[in-house]
């Protein structure tokens, strides 16, 4: 018991670390909700231009891409969350006192998902409220389902983000780059905006193996229909279970090798 | 007991050996002194120590606990201050000092931080962000992070290194008095020749990855004819006197 207690008190620590960053800067907290905003304006106004012009096959359309475009974000903004709290430790040079308190590796990924989660929420509202008032568009319609989905696209953002902070560790501060674009780079993949038989037959296995695509087809198929398509949650899931055992494998590989190297020390310079 | 025990440590990176199997062991409330040239092996010692670096063969314990199997035992009970390793810049010294409490599973945090504040004269630096601090506030501040959990073995890594002379001098005099009334182990890695002779009861030489000579600081006046521990680190930076008997 003490030691769930304490171990508790050690995740809380780091993510009062970075709360306490986020309480000091209004344009950190700006930032957070700024791209996801300026998503749902562009998309929201391409999309209701296409409604008008279309009709009614318009609307159902509109209504696939303002909802791509919300739960795409909770995906990114995970992702980059997560990451982002592991490069602020380099950048301040705190990672020597961190990696020497009783921190374990484990607990810190559970803050920085802590962190991801409440990044996520503070990004990702303003956003949502917008899509309502601007569009109409409820993204609560869907139900519970939304539960699931956001949850998966959760996931997914998590082990790829533990893949980016896997090669960080790798090959220190210049892989952070992909902080920013590892998942942007897998948006043509994901059936964010269409589905995944419009992808060419080669690169469609690709799309199948991310559980994103499975998520996106079973949200159009909620919105068409208003049933929940169990087959693509299930692959979702399934999928995300895969990946975050090999994204948290491929951590520890990289996080012991990084203290046989000595770049728990080195790796902001 | 030895609070501290490093047998046969070595470390390599490919064709550098950084440290060539060194053995020492530091009983309790014991200050010893890792004194050393540039790239001896001083900085990549105290990182395996600490469970940072993993040798590429020996043993560390640290009280009593094997550092490759139970590391997290034993890193709850020690603490570590460098220059070298900041602490948040946009955090105020009370954040910080708070993060630590947590992450050490410190009681009554703010009672802690008071009596840190209370005991470094931190008071007017509680509000003040990190990133804003002189080196000398800053080198408190981080004292006081290494001593948040009342550790009971302190590795200082150049703990008065850019420091002036007053504040120097600030610093070893609270590192004396903490010593003395915790019964605190300290391995102290220092290029200040007087900062060691005065804290140190045990001084450990380090050359191009290994310990060249050891001794309390009298000891290795008497063996190198010297009158400070200054002329006995260029003696044995230059091979001079009995350690090229030994070499």
Redesign the interface.
Known sequence: MLGIY?SA??I???M??HI??YR??WPRLLELAYWPTLQVCIWGFTASFFAARLGSPGMVAAGGLLGGVLLWEVALRTQMGLAMGFL?EIW?????????????PLELVAALVGMSALRLLVGLIPAVLLAWALYAFNIFSLGLVLIPFVLNLMAMGWWVSLGVISLILRHGAGAEALAWSVLFGLTPFSAVFYPVSVLPASVRPIALALPSSHVFEGMRAAMATGAVAWDHLAWATGLNIVWLLAGGVLFAQQF?AA????A??SIGE | MDVIAADSLTKRYGATLAVDGISFSVPQGETVGLLGGNGAGKTTTIAMLLGLLIPTSGSVHMLGHDMAKDRFAALARMNFSSPYVSLPHRLTVEQNLRVYCHLYNVPHATRRIGELADELDLHGLLKRMAGELSAGQKTRVALAKSLINKPDVLLLDEPTASLDPDTGDLVRTWLERYRAASGCTILLASHNMPEVERLCSTVLMMKQGRIVDRGTPADLLARYGRENLEEVFLDIARNRGAVAEAL
């Open positions: 304490a008190r050690r809380w620590g780091l009062y670390r306490s960053l000091a800067s602020e301040s040079r705190n990672l020597g006192h961190v990696f020497v308190s009783p921190l374990r012991r203290r046989h190297r000595g728990l020390l």
